[in-house]
């Protein structure tokens, strides 16, 4: 290998490796384990009526205005409106290169491109998006950007979910695993 070629590499390698060895908790945003299904990931259909894709991540209910606290420490990648069913969202990116996301939120209080500690406050549980018709909740996902390509045969959901989706299991994690303390 060239000498540059390794200047470059290894300090790469070991930055993604840094990523493998922040600790992960389990923790919940807001509320308790009793505020969410505990199968609404990947539960299809999810929404009435449609025949979209299954359900990417949980759901945890609220009161609006409750506050939503960062599962993980990590740095924000994006704390505002997105367009369509998300409404307003925050994602960040923390332990494992994982990306959290956090939508249908009312207020937002993080700050993108900044880092947030375990347990802090990053927005408040709103009807944002495609929720302002359904009881108020937090829509919980963990999304890996590095494909773990053997969740491709993995049996996720408890209704049968059809197998032309599972290429998405590939990135949508189970956030249930870090919820329950
Ligand atoms: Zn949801």
């Known amino acids: 290998?060239?000498?540059?070629?390794?200047r470059i590499i290894i300090p790469i390698l070991a930055i993604i490796l840094l990523g493998y060895l922040i600790p992960e908790?389990?923790?919940m945003p807001c509320g308790t384990t009793a505020d969410f299904n505990h199968t609404s990931f990947w539960?299809?259909?999810w929404t009435r009526g449609t025949s979209g894709h299954p359900h990417t991540g949980v759901d945890?209910?609220?009161r609006v205005g409750t506050p939503v606290h960062s599962q993980t420490g990590g740095i924000v990648l994006y704390a505002r409106e997105m367009k369509?069913?998300?409404?307003?969202?925050?994602l960040i990116l923390g332990p494992k290169?994982?990306?959290?996301?956090?939508?249908?939120?009312?207020?937002?209080e993080a700050k993108p491109?900044?880092?947030?500690?375990?347990?802090?406050?990053?927005?408040?549980?709103?009807?944002?998006?495609n929720a302002a018709n359904t009881p108020a909740h937090v829509h919980y996902g963990i999304v890996t950007p590095i494909p773990?390509?053997?969740?491709?045969?993995?049996?996720?959901?408890?209704?049968n979910p059809p197998k032309r989706f599972n290429w998405m299991l590939m990135f949508f994690l189970d956030p249930k695993d870090h919820l329950i303390p």
């Open 97 to 108: 290169w994982r990306i959290h996301e956090y939508f249908h939120l009312n207020t937002i």
């Open 43 to 45: 539960h299809w259909p």
């Open 25 to 27: 908790r389990k923790a």
């Open 1 to 6: 290998m060239k000498k540059r070629t390794k």
């Open 84 to 90: 369509g069913k998300a409404g307003n969202s925050v």
């Open 60 to 62: 945890i209910f609220g």
């Open 148 to 159: 773990y390509v053997w969740r491709l045969f993995a049996d996720e959901g408890t209704c």
């Open 113 to 129: 491109f900044t880092l947030v500690m375990p347990g802090e406050q990053i927005a408040t549980l709103g009807k944002t998006g």
